[in-house]
Each structure stands twice: as C-alpha cells, then as structure tokens.
C-alpha cells in the first residue's frame, strides 16, 4: 500500500504561481511512477503531468507544457508541480497518483486507470 498526501493549494491570481507537493508513505522501498490529475467542477479527472520512476522521464498534457513542471525526490519520497504563469482555466482539485513498478521501468504512465493509489485532492483556484 501507498498513502499520498498533497499540499500547497490555494488560491492564486492570474499569472501567480504556486507549488503542490505530494508525499508518499507505506512502500516508499518500492519503484514508483507517479503523476498529477486534476478535476474541474463539472468535469471529468483529465491528465495533467507525470514522471517515471527510473531516469525521472516527464510528459504533460498540451494545456499546460512550458508552464507546469514536475519533479521528484525520490530521497524524500516527494513529488512536486511547480505551476507557473497560472490561468483561470487550471482551477480545479489537483490529485496526486502513484503505482508501483519495477526498478529499470521508464514508462510514462499518462492515463488515470494506470495508477493503483490516489491522495485525497488539493483544491487551485485562480482568480481572474
């Protein structure tokens, strides 16, 4: 078992940044991919970014490339997405995933029913 706990939501003006961390426990021995999803109201759980596990490989959705970037200390069991240049349109609760994998596994893992493990939301508002 893998238990994720995001942080650093909040509310933020058009063009501020914010930094949502995501610490992983249980299984922290183990090989594991993870990523960020987030979910507007009213809409489904879409792809945001996502990171592998062996080389730190990354991949983001079009909506937010060149202003989102994640990262990951893997020493700390942490994984981060340092969102920049914020827009009204990245309102939304941001999640955090996580599955566990094998240790030479550089796979990018993009869509939701690839990941075993969720934490449990952090709300970004950005206001106009």
């Known amino acids: 078992q893998v238990q994720l706990v995001e942080s650093g939501g909040g509310l933020v003006q058009t063009g501020g940044s914010l930094r949502l961390s995501c610490a992983a426990s249980?299984?922290?021995?183990?090989?594991?991919?993870m990523g960020w999803f987030r979910q507007a109201p009213g809409k489904e759980r879409e792809f945001v970014a996502a990171?592998?596990?062996?080389?730190?490989?990354?991949v983001y959705a079009d909506s937010v490339k060149g202003r989102f970037t994640i990262s990951r200390n893997n020493a700390k069991n942490t994984v981060y997405l340092q969102m920049n240049s914020l827009k009204p349109e990245d309102t939304a609760v941001y999640y955090c995933?996580?599955?566990?994998?094998?240790?030479?596994?550089?796979?990018?893992?993009?869509?939701?029913?690839?990941?075993?493990?969720w934490g449990q939301g952090t709300q970004v508002t950005v206001s106009s």
């Open positions: 249980g299984r922290t021995g183990s090989s594991v991919a």
């Open positions: 990171i592998s596990w062996s080389v730190g490989s990354t």
């Open positions: 995933a996580a599955r566990l994998t094998y240790y030479s596994d550089n796979y990018v893992y993009t869509a939701h029913y690839e990941y075993d493990y």
